[in-house]
């Protein structure tokens, strides 16, 4: 069965780029613009993993997912950060606040199917 | 020793007077001595004289009044120094007839009044010889002869040399005492001048110190109407000015800063702007390159291999723009661990085998340190830098050299680690400049070799967060970086 991989970024090259390499390795992929888009999507459809822009406009990657996390029915579902920041302290702080793995842009397609393939691959071990 | 100015003025205006004194005393009492020699050298010079003209000539002497006669010529010289001199009339017997200095009239004990014919003999003195002779007392002795030849009486001229001296002591004396009086009246009067010279002096110093220690606001008030107010006033003035240039400048330094800041705010928001469309580009580029959109023959991955390597490069810079202004921002937080920095070292000298190759470079190591404790990311982010500077700037088929050692000082143990390379050198007057944000030697390094200069910027900044030292020597185009990070117990 596909899994169903939600991303969401403001910037719609990303949101193509990501889109094309998900798609083409076989996920079904879900494209948010914003966290408004994205938290509707998320009561719509069973997502397996989402992909979080921590800049967003409005509504930031940090906010959306405390908001998840406040949600029964959201707060299980796994987030990775995507950002454009560099420093390990982000790092920390994003896996603090609950996120599953840390994804720094610029990444290549290789780059970001291993980090995909790596986080179920421990979600299957660790069952969650 | 330290001697204010109040003390020093009273002393010079003390030497000053003690001096002057000193001389008007002494000259004053050689010519007091000098004149009363010479007066009593007349008189005796006189009655020398007196005595003589009578020689070998007969007259009548009605002996009270040729007598009284005789006084009122050489006595009344005598007389006005009578307690240095006297002049007495003795008989055949010794007794004395007439003493000048204690009697106004001769007693003459069985004196009659008789014609003789008396004459005087004395010894043929000058006057100069008498002055000659004034260290001792003196007497000179008139014998009087009647005209039978017999002698009658003598007269005689004291001089007491002693007498002299106590003069002259008690005039020393009196000099030394009017001396000592202007002494204190001048001390006295010195003191008050210099207390209220330097009473201005302490007040302007006073003001200069608080002013010295940040107090802009310090102005002195004198109303002397001389020097003093003079430089109160120009104090008064430089202060003002001092304040109101501080004032501009303190002002300029906060606009500085905050424009600064300012900078680094939008360099970090511009690096992170860029960034974002580099990954769409970079990561379209990729998956071009795998020809996971088709098939791609030669020339197509050529170019797609030369826009990829330049989008790298960009997004090696912009990386480094963002890490050093987020450094400066936010300042570096460390995550230290125990590694081995060897295998770090050695990993990226794997790295970059083939630039090392390239230039035909050898790299030799002389590593005494394995493991050390720091924050791994970022040290081999400083690593990465020092290594590709050096190999950047090293001449063709040239040696670079590695060490790295563990030393205590004081109880500490530190880390260093020096690379050194031969190449270009680094101009002496631009080696100060040359960790800081942006600096390239000159524009044209940055063209020759690439980079905007932010490499030792970003490993000064990881160094010193470590409170280790990063510093740079560059001789005859050996250049060396080295730097020093305290491990346990610093």
């Known amino acids: 069965m596909k899994k169903n991989i939600l991303v969401v970024d403001d910037e719609e090259d990303i949101l193509d780029f990501v889109g094309r390499v998900l798609k083409d390795a076989n996920f079904s992929v879900f494209t948010a613009k914003d966290a408004k888009q994205g938290l509707t999507i998320l009561q719509n459809e069973k997502i397996d993993l989402i992909l979080l822009d921590i800049m967003l406009p409005e509504i930031d990657g940090w906010e959306m997912m405390r908001m998840m996390r406040s949600d029964e029915n959201l707060k299980n579902i796994p987030v990775a950060m995507l950002t454009a920041r560099v420093d390990a302290y982000d790092k920390i702080i994003g896996l603090k606040e609950g996120a599953i793995d840390y ?15 790596n986080i179920f691959k421990y979600i299957k071990e660790n069952n969650l | 020793m330290k001697m204010s100015i109040r003390t020093k ?56 009044n040729t007598f009284y006669k005789f006084r009122a010529t050489v006595l009344e010289h005598a007389r006005n120094n009578n307690d240095l001199t006297n002049i007495q009339v003795v008989n055949m017997e010794g007794s004395i007839l007439y003493d000048m200095n204690k009697t106004e009239k001769a007693s003459f004990p069985g004196a009659r009044t008789e014609i003789c014919q008396d004459r005087f003999i004395l010894a043929n003195l000058k006057t100069t ?29 004291f ?12 005039i020393i004396g009196e000099n030394i005492f009017i001396s000592l009086v202007i002494l204190v009246i001048s001390l006295m009067g010195a003191i008050f001048v210099s207390v209220r010279i330097t009473a201005h002096i302490k007040t302007l110093l006073t003001a200069a110190k608080k002013f010295s220690e ?66 769409a580009s970079l990561g379209y580029i990729d998956y071009l390159q795998k020809q996971k959109l088709g098939a791609l023959n030669k020339e197509q991955l050529h170019s797609i291999e030369v826009i990829k390597r330049n989008l790298e490069r960009l997004n090696n810079e912009i990386r480094s723009l963002l890490q050093i202004s987020k450094y400066i921002l936010e300042g570096v937080k460390l995550e230290p661990q125990k590694f081995s920095f060897e295998e770090i070292i050695n990993a990226m000298l794997n790295n970059f085998q083939p630039h090392i190759e390239e230039k035909g470079l050898v790299v030799k190591q002389e590593s005494q340190v394995k493991d050390i404790i720091a924050d791994r990311d970022k040290l081999s982010t400083v690593l990465e830098n020092l290594l590709a500077n050096a190999i950047k700037f090293a001449d063709p088929k040239t040696e670079i050299h590695i060490t790295t050692q563990n030393y205590a000082e004081d109880s500490k143990t530190y880390f260093l680690f ?11 007057e631009k080696i100060q400049y040359i960790f800081e944000p942006f600096y390239q030697i000159d524009s044209s390094t940055s063209r020759k070799y690439g980079g905007v200069g932010l490499g030792l910027a970003i490993a000064k900044q990881i160094i010193e967060a470590h409170s280790g030292t990063i510093g740079v020597k560059s001789n005859n185009g050996m250049v060396t970086f080295e730097f020093i990070i305290p491990q346990q117990g610093g």
Do not use: W
């Not at chain 2, 008498?130 to 008139?142: G, R, T």
């Not at chain 2, 050194?420 to 002496?428: A, H, L, M, R, W």
């Open chain 2, 129 to 157: 010889e008498i002055i000659k002779k004034i260290d001792k007392d003196i007497k000179i002795i008139a014998p009087y002869f009647d005209d039978y030849g017999i002698h009658r009486f003598s007269i005689v001229y």
């Open chain 2, 214 to 279: 940040g107090n802009f606001g310090e102005r002195i008030i004198i109303k002397t109407n001389d020097e003093f107010e003079e430089l109160a006033n120009t104090f008064n003035t430089m202060a003002g000015e001092i304040k109101n240039n501080i004032k501009d400048l303190n002002e300029l330094i906060q606009e500085l800063v905050r424009r600064d800041e300012q900078k680094t705010i939008f360099v970090a928001n511009l690096s992170h702007e860029l960034r974002t469309p580099l990954t």
């Open chain 2, 159 to 170: 001089f007491s040399f002693e007498q002299l001296q106590k003069q002259v002591k008690t």
């Open chain 2, 9 to 64: 003025m009273v002393l010079f205006i003390l030497l000053t007077v003690v001096i002057i004194f000193l001389v008007i005393g002494i000259y004053h009492s050689i010519f007091r001595m000098h004149e009363l020699k010479n007066r009593i050298a007349r008189d005796a010079g006189l009655f020398v004289q007196l005595v003589n003209k009578e020689v070998g000539r007969s007259f009548e002497l009605y002996f009270d």
């Open chain 2, 418 to 428: 020096r690379i050194t390379n031969q190449g270009v050198g680094i101009p002496e």
């Open chain 1, 103 to 117: 994804i720094c842009k610029p990444f290549t397609a290789e780059q970001l199917l291993n980090r995909i393939s």
